[in-house]
């Protein structure tokens, strides 16, 4: 069996329905905390796990095992309001799961703009990893989940669609200063909104 046909057969059995239940247990959590735009969970698509599994590092494949090194093949989401809410729902999660590691995710210098979020992998909790539903089948150990305003996941998502489709032309520098001049824009109104929400003291 190759690895997409592998990984395909985990994607529906076990990824697929474990990304519901996933999600499932977030909203359970989360019911009732404010200023939450969305929570959502997904398996990671068959393409781009095997873009990811296909990496090398200095010469050689990066991940010797995909099937069990990469650590996001379900993937979480929570989207909210302001800055502040980020740290205040990232204490509520942390007292349901078990986190190995987190990255506060942010260009590498105050003078270039990018991605910003906050990235954690947790451990898959038992209740989940040992249900009846995925008897006899591997379940992954770790889940990954995002935690980012609004303005950070539209701006996320926008530029991973335009700079890092494989297959076609690539960026120049002018589009890539157009995306950092985004991106800025973007933090530039996530400062502007927090401000205005913690002046009004709530």
């Known amino acids: 069996?190759?690895?997409r046909e592998e990984y395909q057969r985990r994607h529906e059995r076990v990824l697929h329905p474990l990304a519901l239940k996933i999600q499932a247990e977030l909203g359970e959590w989360l019911e009732g905390e404010p200023r939450i735009d969305r929570i959502s969970a997904r398996a990671k698509s068959v393409d781009r796990f095997l873009a990811k599994a296909n990496k090398e590092a200095a010469g050689q494949s990066k991940y010797k095992d995909p099937l069990n090194d990469i650590q996001d093949q379900v993937g979480a989401r929570i989207i909210v309001f302001y800055e502040s809410d980020v740290?205040?729902?990232?204490?509520?999660?942390?007292?349901?799961?078990r986190p190995i590691e987190f990255k506060a995710m942010s260009p590498e210098s105050?003078?270039?703009?990018?991605?910003?979020?906050r990235h954690f992998i947790f451990l898959t909790p038992t209740h989940l990893s040992e249900s009846g539903?995925?008897?006899g089948e591997k379940v992954p150990h770790y889940f990954e989940l995002q935690?980012?305003?609004?303005?950070?996941?539209?701006?996320s998502e926008?530029?991973?669609?335009?700079?890092?489709?494989?297959?076609?032309?690539d960026l120049d520098p002018d589009d890539e200063r157009q995306l950092a001049?985004?991106?800025?824009?973007?933090w530039g109104a996530d400062k502007t909104f927090s401000s205005l929400f913690q002046k009004r003291g709530r």
């Open 1 to 3: 069996m190759t690895l």
């Open 87 to 97: 740290d205040r729902i990232a204490e509520v999660v942390r007292k349901y799961l």
């Open 110 to 117: 105050q003078w270039t703009f990018g991605y910003f979020g």
């Open 133 to 135: 539903d995925f008897r």
């Open 147 to 155: 935690i980012k305003t609004l303005f950070q996941h539209a701006w």
């Open 158 to 169: 926008a530029n991973h669609d335009l700079g890092y489709k494989p297959g076609e032309q």
């Open 181 to 186: 001049f985004a991106s800025a824009q973007a």
